[in-house]
T-cell receptor
Framework: DAGITQSPRYKITETGRQVTLMCHQT?????MFWYRQDLGHGLRLIYY???????DKGEVPDGYVVSRSKTENFPLTLESATRSQTSVYFC????????????FGSGTRLTVV | AQTVTQSQPEMSVQEAETVTLSCTYD???????LFWYKQPPSRQMILVIR??????QNATENRFSVNFQKAAKSFSLKISDSQLGDAAMYFC????????FGAGTRLTVKP
């Protein structure tokens, strides 16, 4: 009963490389989200998806790409990683909008060297 | 989109005492929801309490309660009888469809 799983948990990559962070949920939640967490900024929304094949930009979408071909998966791709993208990345899901809180994954710590 | 401000980067409290964490928000929506999340060193995000903006009654969950002032757009968290396990980062958040978070308050509990 994993609920929402992120992989990998830790990743080190080089500047300029493409890297994909995976997120998988088992609850058939319609909404899924990607956030990055940086000291002093809290969690900032990168992208979100209200359903399969529907995605929207959040606060800090530049340099990131998402897709959602299946309800349960919401991968986040850094097309050409930069050092400023070193962060902890959280995936979250929610049954629907509004009053439902999120269920969060355990996070991926990404270091770009 | 919503914005959330937590003006206290760090707070400390003596074990068994009460502490209040502040949060203000801004939104043009009339229908929204407010949350407090706790993040211990394990990094896991844990929902502490939730408040529907259309409800005037303040939410309460055991030792955790909120003071929701809709006109002032204020949503503070009160932790009573603080325990060592309450030490964590606390994030205030506001949700319409997506959720926006404040920068967080690091709470230290002194034995």
């Amino acid at each position: 009963d994993a609920g929402i799983t992120q992989s990998p948990r830790y990743k080190i990559t080089e500047t300029g490389r493409q890297v994909t962070l995976m997120c998988h949920q088992t609850w058939s939640h319609s909404y899924m989200f990607w956030y990055r967490q940086d000291l002093g900024h809290g969690l900032r929304l990168i992208y979100y998806s209200a359903a399969a094949d529907i995605t929207d930009k959040g606060e800090v979408p530049d340099g990131y790409v998402v897709s959602r071909s299946k309800t349960e998966n919401f991968p986040l791709t850094l097309e050409s990683a930069t050092r400023s993208q070193t962060s902890v990345y959280f995936c979250a899901s929610s049954l629907t909008g509004g009053n439902y809180g999120y269920t969060f994954g355990s996070g991926t710590r990404l270091t770009v060297v | 989109a919503q914005t959330v401000t937590q003006s206290q980067p760090e707070m400390s409290v003596q074990e068994a005492e009460t502490v209040t964490l502040s949060c203000t928000y801004d939104t043009s929506e009339s229908d929204y929801y407010l949350f407090w999340y706790k993040q211990p060193p394990s990094r896991q995000m844990i929902l502490v309490i939730r408040q529907e903006a259309y409800k005037q009654q303040n939410a309460t969950e055991n030792r955790f309660s909120v003071n929701f002032q809709k006109a002032a757009k204020s949503f503070s968290l009160k932790i009573s009888d603080s325990q060592l396990g309450d030490a964590a980062m606390y994030f205030c958040a506001c949700r319409r469809n997506d959720m926006r978070f404040g920068a967080g308050t690091r709470l230290t509990v002194k034995p």
